[in-house]
């Protein structure tokens, strides 16, 4: 099977840009497979073909919607499936949602009270290219990466297409439970944790909980929260500073080796306003961390709250989360039952499953257009 897979980047660190390399990866063992793309991260892997596809990137909004036009005039050429991540070309067969921006939009204007300027142009303008795609959508398969977004997809741009969802997968090798192991000690040194503390991880957007996340904290009497993020963090220090915690609040800023800073922590936290998926969560999970994650994350959908970790009803409820910090904080016994039931529950759900149901959406297609082909064959006149 010939497969091109079409993603603003390449590159193993982030949400669909994981999720190209490590698909691209496994089929190309068996398969001819291309990736078009802007920013290529080389990984050694000489059986992948890449091609670059130029973009302006001023701003988002001008990166998308140039790479779109690119892609759609670059990705030529006899395919079996053209596997687009979101609406990066026209010209494709096979689209995986990583978001539905309207929902993404909506709900942090819920969140914050009001959006930005930029954020309500690339919202509007984003918004309403997807909703013309997916309603129109025929001829192709949509793989949603939650029932969440799913359930987006067809309540607020009424896709047309035939939609699987597919959740991503994990890497449960690089992300694995690191108790009493060196490395565990080392980053504590580092954090400046002592050995009893309890740490809690948030890693991300900010603004998908930091705000709530430091207010619970305020709430403990005892307990150190790290940031791991590249958003700025001035206002979330100045929070901090007024609610008299910032002796207890590390800003790490981003880091490649966020599996440090799991094998370092005691649990997750999530309490945010949307998101298709967050692999931060199962990759915690991965780690053996019990994680606090809202019912807006599609990644909640695995979880089986109170077992193998605990799913806050309210996202903006910062008491409700800092009750749930209490509740792990105080009982270590149940965090650590937590977190072995997390990482027995992501075992189901690693990148080969991932794999391996991408290819049956793959095959459906192909066999499907391939049976097209014979019926109209035999129902030719002679």
């Known amino acids: 099977m010939k497969i091109a897979f079409v993603v603003h980047d390449y590159r193993r660190r982030e949400g669909h840009s994981r999720y190209v390399v490590e698909l691209a990866t496994r089929f190309a063992r068996e398969h001819e497979v291309h990736v078009f793309a802007t920013e290529i991260e080389p990984d050694g892997n000489t059986k992948i073909h890449f091609h670059h596809v130029p973009a302006w990137r001023p701003n988002t909004l001008t990166g998308i919607l140039t790479f779109v036009l690119m892609a759609t005039l670059r990705v030529r050429g006899e395919f079996d499936i053209i596997h687009n991540q979101g609406l990066c070309g026209v010209r494709g067969n096979v689209f995986t949602g990583h978001i539905c921006n309207r929902a993404w939009h909506r709900a942090l204007r819920a969140a914050s009270g009001r959006l930005k300027f930029h954020e309500w142009v690339s919202g509007t303008t984003l918004s309403a290219l997807e909703h013309l795609f997916y309603r129109t959508a025929r001829r192709c398969k949509v793989i949603a990466v939650s029932r969440r977004l799913a359930g987006d997809l067809q309540r607020l741009y009424h896709c047309a297409a035939p939609i699987s969802t597919i959740y991503h997968g994990v890497d449960l090798a690089a992300f694995s439970p690191a108790a009493g192991s060196p490395i565990r000690a080392q980053v504590r040194r580092e954090c400046e944790l002592n050995p009893q503390e309890m740490a809690f991880l948030f890693v991300g957007d900010m603004r998908k909980g930091g705000r709530q996340s430091i207010r619970a904290l305020s709430k403990l009497r005892t307990g150190t929260l790290l ?156």
């Not at 800073?261 to 931060?280: C, E, G, I, K, M």
């Open 227 to 382: 940031f791991v993020s590249r958003s700025p963090v001035g206002a979330y220090r100045g929070l901090a500073a007024e609610l008299g915690v910032e002796a207890r609040v590390r800003f790490l800023g981003m880091t490649t080796q966020v599996e440090k800073y799991y094998a370092a922590a005691d649990a997750l936290l999530l309490p945010t306003h949307y998101d298709s998926f967050a692999l931060v969560v199962t990759e915690a999970m991965a780690s053996g961390l019990p994680v606090i994650v809202s019912r807006e994350a599609g990644a909640a959908e695995l979880i089986h709250s109170g077992v193998d970790g605990l799913v806050l009803d309210d996202f903006n409820d910062w008491v409700e989360l800092g009750d749930k910090m209490r509740l792990l904080s105080e009982d270590r016994m149940l965090a650590q039952r937590m977190g072995t039931a997390a990482r027995a529950t992501v075992e189901r759900y690693s990148w080969d499953e991932t794999a391996a149901q991408t290819m049956r959406v793959y095959e459906e297609l192909v066999g499907t257009r391939e049976a097209a082909v014979a019926v109209s064959s035999c129902s030719t006149p002679q």
